[in-house]
């Protein structure tokens, strides 16, 4: 499974972007994917992530409200949509599948099992 990301870029607080993340090859591992993101100095963190079988999204209680994520199973796409963005939302974005994703809890990091390259977003003030 390959993933690619794109999307991030540069938002003044209150604005908005939307990353994508474009999966090939076949997947035969848990159903999760979904994103992450780590701030400099911090560890890698929860974003949202979409359960592949069921339809079902996590989404982390700092961007509820505020971030969609979506799929295209056409384009085998998932796309997380950020409204209202905060300087505290900067960070690089990661995509990663094969990973537990349900409604109430998304499974850290190191449970996912492929990674795209990170999108850096930068939220200004």
């Known amino acids: 499974v390959q993933l690619q990301a794109s999307g991030g870029g540069s938002v003044q607080a209150g604005g908005s972007l939307r990353l994508s993340c474009a999966a090939s090859?076949?997947?035969?591992?848990?159903?999760?994917i979904g994103w992450f993101r780590q701030a400099p100095g911090n560890e890698r963190e929860r974003v949202s992530c979409?359960?592949?079988?069921?339809?079902?999204?996590y989404y982390a209680d700092s961007v509820k409200g505020r971030f969609t994520i979506s799929r295209d199973n056409v384009k085998n796409t998932v796309s997380l949509q950020m409204l209202n963005l905060r300087p505290e939302d900067t960070a690089v974005y990661y995509c990663?599948?094969?990973?537990?994703?349900?409604?109430?809890?998304?499974?850290?990091?190191?449970?996912?099992?492929?990674w795209g390259q990170g999108t850096l977003v930068t939220v200004s003030s």
């Open positions: 090859g076949s997947s035969s591992g848990p159903d999760g």
């Open positions: 990663a599948s094969e990973g537990p994703c349900t409604t109430a809890s998304m499974g850290p990091h190191y449970s996912y099992t492929y």
């Open positions: 979409f359960n592949t079988r069921n339809g079902r999204t």
